[in-house]
């Protein structure tokens, strides 16, 4: 056993960023959910507060309520702070479907946005996730509403314009990609194309959504290093792991403990800088409530139970930390 108080001082202890997903509705209401936030974690994200959707309520207003609540939580508490996401073909503004637009004004409407939300966080925001799932599951290009209107000049565009606002660290994020496959291969050819391009880009996502199959963890391991070989940054941006509730193991928290673990091992191994999971406790997970997936998956994915009590993966997690 550590003896490390936390997940916390262990990640402190060895320059490594542990990290959850945050909502301001549980920030808060709920004292164990934020308490467990700043003991346990260095580093936070906004699980949706700062997606387009909720920071648009309308094409002339922003609501950066949610947002500002938890980034200040995470600057008061001394934590790395990421940005997600400034780019994304999902959670647009309800108001994004009777606008009929030009190219060029969705452009213009893009960069404002851009420079607006990263101008607003300057000083607080550490990293952005600055587009996400531009690849779509085949490898190609996702077709999408800033694709459509720009080509895949959008990237390009979307990091020039962040980068001529921030010194954040600059990310492109993604799922079903965490290992060496078809769908990675895609992104490490887009990410060498912007690279080629001088596009200023820093950084590598790896969401790491466990859910049915559970990506390799040498292969994930594999696919770090040749992000780093590249010379961007790699850090796992919004694990949980889960199992399908048709095909769950026989002792579904030791499975989820170990796979932590690996997962932590391989980023200690191959320099991943950061592991941020998609959520501070199973309440909060996204997959008690999206779509079908209570249906599909079991709804315990992160280190914490849904009264903030650590899970054996927590102390999988920290014993690793800690030995490394
Ligand atoms: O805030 C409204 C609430 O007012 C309304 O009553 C309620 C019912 O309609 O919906 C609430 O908004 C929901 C929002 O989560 C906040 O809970 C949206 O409907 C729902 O679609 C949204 O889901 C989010 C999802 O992204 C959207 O695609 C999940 O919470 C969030 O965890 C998930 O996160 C994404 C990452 O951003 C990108 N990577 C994949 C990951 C999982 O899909």
């Known amino acids: ?18 990290g959850a997903a945050l909502n301001a509705r549980s920030l808060r209401s709920d004292p164990s959910y934020w308490k467990t936030a700043k003991n346990e974690f260095n580093a936070i994200t906004p699980e949706n507060a700062l997606k387009m959707g909720p920071l648009r309520p309308s094409r002339k207003i922003y609501d950066f309520t949610d947002a500002d609540a938890i980034i200040d939580f995470g600057r008061a508490h001394g934590m790395y ?16 479907q009777a606008w009929d637009y030009t190219d060029e004004q969705l452009e213009a409407f893009l960069r404002d946005h851009i420079h607006t939300v990263t101008g607003r966080y300057r000083d607080k925001i550490d990293a952005w996730d600055v587009v996400n799932e531009a690849i779509a599951d085949d490898g190609t290009l996702r077709e999408t509403v800033w694709a459509d209107a720009m080509g895949e000049n959008y990237l390009d565009k979307s990091f020039r314009w962040a980068d001529e606002i921030t010194d ?7 799922y079903g990609a965490d290992a060496v496959n078809k769908k990675s291969d895609a992104i490490y050819d887009l990410l060498s194309d912007l690279l080629e391009r001088d596009v200023p880009i820093d950084g590598v996502g790896l969401q790491c959504h466990a859910l049915g199959d559970h990506p390799d963890p040498d292969s994930v391991a594999k696919n770090i290093r040749r992000f780093r070989e590249l010379g961007l940054d790699v850090q796992i941006t919004e694990m949980d792991v889960a199992f399908p509730l048709d095909d769950r193991p026989e002792n579904p928290l030791e499975e989820q403990a170990m796979y932590y673990q690996a997962i932590t091992e391989a980023c200690l191994e191959a320099g991943c800088g950061a592991l941020v ?13 999206f779509k079908d997936f209570p249906e599909r998956f079991t709804g315990d994915p992160l ?10 993966a927590y102390h999988t997690v920290k014993e690793t930390l800690a030995d490394s």
């Open 1 to 18: 056993m550590s003896n490390y108080s936390s997940l916390r001082e262990a990640a402190d202890n060895h320059g490594f960023r542990i």
């Open 81 to 96: 702070t990421r940005g997600h996401t400034l780019v994304w073909h999902n959670q647009k503004p309800d108001w994004f």
């Open 168 to 174: 954040a660290d600059l990310y492109y994020n993604d």
């Open 277 to 289: 999971q998609w959520g501070v406790n199973d309440a909060n997970s996204w997959l008690r409530s």
């Open 303 to 312: 280190l914490f139970d849904d009264n903030c009590d650590s899970k054996p």
